[in-house]
């Protein structure tokens, strides 16, 4: 079992930076593939970054590929996305999510916890 408590949105400019963390509970947090997804009013929750266990493979939607970096902590539970040179479409709720698969999976089925999500406003 594993609990997800994400951190770090907030109201912001285009083009300013945020980072958020996502602090997990559970021994074997260091097993999971993590994900990074995002939901706009009116829109599917999509995938925008994923990094396996070891942090070898990660896993960016284009539409953020050079602006957002994930990065994990396995010492300290905790993952992180970093997002740079915000944008407008770039506002939703982000829940961090944990996978068993132990590579970078893309399908929501496939991830079995979520966190309550935290919400960032991007002005322009």
């Known amino acids: 079992q594993v609990q997800l408590v994400e951190s770090g949105g907030g109201l912001v400019q285009a083009g300013d930076s945020l980072r958020l963390s996502c602090a997990a509970s559970?021994?074997?947090?260091?097993?999971?593939?993590m994900g990074w997804f995002r939901q706009a009013p009116g829109r599917e929750r999509e995938l925008v970054s994923a990094?396996?266990?070891?942090?070898?493979?990660?896993y960016y939607a284009d539409s953020v590929k050079g602006r957002f970096t994930i990065s994990r902590d396995n010492a300290k539970n905790t993952v992180y996305l970093q997002m740079n040179s915000l944008k407008p479409e770039d506002a939703a709720v982000y829940y961090c999510a944990a996978s068993t698969v132990s590579s970078v999976t893309y399908a929501l089925p496939e991830y079995s916890y979520w966190g309550q999500g935290t919400r960032v406003t991007v002005s322009s």
């Open positions: 990094i396996t266990w070891t942090g070898t493979n990660t």
């Open positions: 559970g021994r074997t947090f260091a097993r999971y593939t």
